[in-house]
């Protein structure tokens, strides 16, 4: 059996939330754990100062929360490699030498891409880093010949590309060097969480999330202001299960089905207040939060340990892409002193 090999990652922008939990996190904690697995984990750094350069320090402090984050889940440093994009230079130069495979227009043509410009609103002053972010990735995937890179249903363009770049570059050095890895999209019937206001994902820019690093107070906060029913005013009045936030959640996180079908029915009928049901999310977001704030609050006290598991899971890094650019370069012809 061919050993699988996953990579995976965040942009260090802030603390992660229960979005990057439910969409990644708990998901990677169960990878780690399936034989003949190896699974590397990204810190992307480098790509979050794309968009950051004139804000280093928000990336800089944001390394410790996103590692503090992983090893609080679960995240086992002896069974995944945790490390930091700009510490492995290998990956930048494989860029380069991708760079000459990919045209402007094919990059400008990457939905994603053009999806993200948008959003980002740059105008005219797009930064050339993040334009060609989706070549960067592509190194960053084969530099560990990747054979399955776990993405949201918004990145396929971006895995589309990398798979681009690996046949065009096997094709023109005629060498099978890059592995095309295989694309894994979230289950179909996979909850998608939204922020607590309903406004849309949640999202760090739009302040709307539950952080795993958020105090029990914090939490139970958050929730009592999650946006319900409008229309729902008295407990008596008929309330809407459709886009009401507190049952999104509840569907995600609630064990007890059958219970929860009830609730909802008593909802709509009338006769069933906000608070009770936003209570009954408190106590099951509690339960699933407090022994991931607990373990966090324990690795805070120690933060050079984190660094240190950093720095070692970068060293593996450096030496795995390291091989992998050689034999790129040797493909290339361009290892001059190597005989």
């Known amino acids: 059996m061919n050993k699988k090999i996953i990579l995976t990652g965040d942009r260090p922008t802030g603390k992660l939330h ?5 969409g990644s996190l708990k998901n990677r904690v169960k990878l780690q754990e399936e034989e003949n697995t190896k699974m590397y984990i990204m810190i992307a750094d480098q790509q979050a100062l794309t968009d950051n350069a004139e804000n280093p ?3 800089i402090d944001s390394v410790i929360e996103v590692a503090l984050d992983y090893l609080a889940v679960g ?3 002896k069974k995944t490699t945790i490390f930091l994009q700009s510490q492995v230079p290998q990956l930048a130069e494989l860029t380069v ?8 227009a094919r990059v400008q043509r990457n939905p994603t891409v053009k999806q993200e410009l948008k959003s980002k609103d740059f105008g005219e002053s797009i930064p050339t ?3 060609t972010y989706p070549i960067s990735q592509a190194a960053d995937i084969t530099a560990f010949k990747a054979t399955h890179v776990p993405v949201g249903e918004d990145q396929k363009p971006m895995l589309e590309q990398t798979r681009e770049i690996v046949r065009d570059f096997n094709r023109i050095y005629k060498k099978e060097v890059l592995v095309e890895p295989e694309i894994v999209l979230p289950p179909k019937n996979m909850g998608r969480l939204i922020g607590i206001d309903g406004s849309g994902k949640m999202s760090k820019s739009l302040n709307n999330g539950i952080y795993l690093s958020d105090s029990k107070e914090k939490v139970k906060e958050k929730i009592m202001k999650m946006y319900t029913d ?4 008295k407990v008596s009045d008929p309330g809407k299960v459709e886009g009401n936030v507190v049952f999104t959640y509840l569907d995600i ?3 007890n089905k059958e219970e929860l079908e009830e609730l909802k029915k008593h909802y709509q009928k009338g006769g069933l207040g906000d608070v009770k049901l936003k209570l009954r999310l408190n106590e099951i ?3 699933i939060l407090e022994p991931i704030r607990n373990k966090r609050k324990e690795l805070e006290k120690d933060k050079y340990k984190v660094y240190e598991i950093l720095k070692k899971g970068s060293e593996e890094a450096r030496k795995i892409a390291g091989q992998t650019l050689k034999e790129v370069k040797t493909a290339m012809g361009i290892n001059y002193f190597d005989n």
Do not use: A, C, R, S
């Open 253 to 255: 996180f609630d064990k």
């Open 57 to 59: 320090q928000k990336i």
């Open 97 to 104: 030498y991708y760079m000459n495979l990919v045209t402007l």
């Open 75 to 77: 995240i086992d440093p």
């Open 285 to 287: 977001m509690q339960e």
């Open 230 to 233: 409008p229309n729902h005013i």
């Open 129 to 131: 880093g993040f334009l």
């Open 18 to 22: 229960l979005g990057h939990y439910v």
